[in-house]
């Protein structure tokens, strides 16, 4: 019995397939079900639930012709898979946690499902045959997520926008798929025609402007590939026994038990509704003086449609000292999945990235706790540069047109000498988003302290205490 188990024998392609996708399937479930709550939000990263699919359709496209004599060696595949997954998923998680705000536009979380995927596929197909597969793995790489944000922002960052890019990778991977024939070039055209023309049909619901085109298309080009494509059995690959097989799907079982679970999705229903007035009924309270707004240009490319990013000077006077002064960026977005790619301040500091140090609770507002961050004293590198902290909240406010989502950010210097000297939010870029984090890791500065100052400096708990005011201003009572 044990010698029939771990006996090697010839393997049906299909089975190959089935084990390297069921068992990254299985291994990583929660992580692909917060992607599908995040696409239910309208997030622009919805494609990347098509990203797999889209790689194997391009693994498809392989030729299976044979290279003369192939020699494979399943013991050298199986110990290059360790070292290579082991190594890999130890550099990710020693990186990824101190990086929190770059980790989070990235969707880290998915880079050990990718490190899992390279390692089987070496396993089960074998390191040739992975190699001869580089256009998948490249295809992948280029579906990084920073890459395809970055593109879709910088082209406007609508529904229609993000929806096209979606709908561009898929006709890419279409042409890719049958890149062997003569309908590789057609196929991708039609793809993006009709995907385009979908898209612009469902543009007021972002959800399913990302979904159906992408869905619907990717599963006529795979029932049309897997019909007339060439027999893929014809390539030479290892012989696999029942035990490695079984052996896989065990270590996916102990992954889906074990592994850190990602941060849950917050859903609309959770949100509490704030007065349309709110910022009006701030302006009319005692001693209180809000700026008319400063409207960036950027915010609807990274908001989306009807999006904005507006920032608001408060100045709350007291006659026994001295005025005390912050800054109000408020984020304002129809779609509550916008907000999945820009968390743990994106928009201030990156790397070195902020530190959030505690959330602050309490018990009489239906906003029962706030974000707390500020700047890394590591930022300070000229006599012009301050320290600066923050408080974050969200609420969701009713418009003529529908729910709009606002996640709100309270800002105040730290030198009470230069109260303005604040940072303003920025769209993420490469350089801030990608290059600035990558390095400041390959310099090997230190992770920035994550004391709590809230109790320690009076500026913090002013701040603290403005939020806390500001909150039970604008929610509406119930």
């Known amino acids: 019995m044990a010698r029939q188990l771990t006996r090697p024998r010839d393997m049906r392609m299909a089975v190959r397939y089935l084990t390297t996708v069921g068992a990254s399937v299985l291994a990583f479930t929660p992580i692909l079900i917060t992607y599908i709550e995040e696409a239910a939000l309208g997030s622009p990263a919805t494609y990347l639930l098509f990203v797999p699919?889209?790689?194997?359709?391009?693994?498809?496209?392989?030729?299976?012709?044979?290279?003369?004599?192939?020699?494979?060696?399943?013991?050298?595949?199986?110990?290059?898979?360790?070292?290579?997954?082991?190594?890999?998923?130890?550099?990710?998680?020693l990186a990824v946690p101190r990086l929190p705000a770059a980790a989070a536009y990235w969707h880290a979380e998915v880079i050990p499902l990718l490190i899992w995927v390279f390692a089987a596929s070496i396993v089960i197909f074998g390191?040739?045959?992975?190699?001869?597969?580089?256009?998948?793995?490249?295809?992948?790489?280029?579906?990084?997520?920073?890459?395809?944000?970055?593109?879709?922002?910088?082209?406007?960052?609508?529904?229609?926008?993000?929806?096209?890019?979606?709908?561009?990778?898929?006709?890419?991977?279409?042409?890719?798929?049958?890149?062997?024939?003569?309908?590789?070039?057609?196929?991708?055209?039609?793809?993006?025609?009709?995907?385009l023309a979908l898209v612009v049909v469902l543009r007021e619901h972002s959800a399913l402007a990302y979904t159906v085109p992408a869905a619907v298309l990717t599963s006529i080009v795979i029932a049309v590939r897997l019909r007339v494509g060439p027999d893929q059995a014809t390539v030479s690959l290892p012989r696999q026994s029942i035990a490695t097989i079984a052996v896989g799907w065990v270590a996916a079982l102990?992954?889906?038990?074990?592994?850190?679970?990602?941060?849950?999705?917050?859903?609309?229903?959770?949100?509490?509704?704030?007065?349309?007035?709110?910022?009006?009924?701030?302006?009319e309270q005692p001693a209180t003086t809000v700026s008319t707004p400063s409207t960036y240009a950027w915010g609807p490319r990274v908001m989306g449609d009807d999006g904005s990013v507006q920032r608001y000077r408060i100045t709350v006077h007291d006659s026994a000292s001295e005025p005390q002064v912050a800054f109000l960026d408020v984020f304002t977005s129809r779609d509550l999945g916008r907000f999945t790619d820009f968390r743990?301040?994106?928009?201030?500091?990156?790397?070195?990235?902020?530190?959030?140090?505690?959330?602050?609770?309490?018990?009489?507002?239906?906003?029962?706790?706030?974000?707390?961050?500020?700047?890394?004293?590591?930022?300070?590198?000229?006599?012009?540069?301050?320290?600066?902290?923050?408080?974050?909240?969200?609420?969701?406010?009713?418009?003529?047109?529908?729910?709009?989502?606002?996640?709100?950010?309270?800002?105040?210097?730290?030198?009470?000498?230069?109260?303005?000297?604040?940072?303003?939010?920025?769209?993420?870029?490469?350089?801030?988003?990608?290059?600035?984090?990558?390095?400041?890791?390959?310099?090997?500065?230190?992770?920035?302290?994550?004391?709590?100052?809230?109790?320690?400096?009076?500026v913090e708990e002013s701040l603290t205490a403005l939020a806390w005011h500001l909150v039970r201003t604008g929610e509406v009572q119930q």
């Open 53 to 93: 699919f889209w790689g194997l359709l391009i693994v498809f496209g392989l030729d299976p012709r044979s290279r003369g004599r192939e020699i494979n060696d399943s013991e050298f595949d199986r110990i290059l898979a360790v070292v290579i997954g082991a190594s890999l998923i130890i550099a990710a998680t």
């Open 254 to 283: 102990l992954v889906l038990t074990f592994a850190p679970r990602p941060l849950p999705i917050i859903s609309p229903a959770d949100l509490p509704v704030a007065h349309t007035t709110w910022i009006a009924d701030i302006a």
């Open 127 to 195: 390191i040739r045959r992975v190699a001869r597969d580089y256009v998948a793995w490249f295809y992948l790489l280029a579906c990084f997520p920073p890459n395809i944000l970055l593109v879709a922002q910088v082209l406007g960052g609508t529904t229609v926008v993000v929806g096209t890019v979606t709908v561009v990778l898929g006709a890419i991977a279409t042409g890719l798929a049958f890149r062997h024939s003569r309908v590789a070039v057609p196929a991708a055209i039609a793809y993006a025609v009709a995907g």
């Open 344 to 458: 743990r301040g994106v928009w201030y500091a990156v790397a070195p990235p902020a530190v959030w140090t505690a959330y602050q609770a309490t018990a009489d507002a239906h906003i029962t706790i706030l974000g707390e961050m500020r700047a890394s004293t590591e930022t300070v590198r000229t006599p012009d540069d301050s320290l600066w902290t923050a408080r974050q909240w969200a609420w969701k406010i009713p418009s003529d047109t529908g729910i709009r989502f606002q996640v709100i950010y309270l800002l105040a210097s730290l030198d009470t000498r230069r109260p303005d000297a604040v940072t303003a939010p920025q769209p993420p870029s490469y350089r801030s988003a990608v290059l600035d984090p990558i390095t400041w890791l390959i310099t090997d500065r230190s992770t920035p302290d994550d004391t709590d100052l809230a109790t320690a400096d009076p």
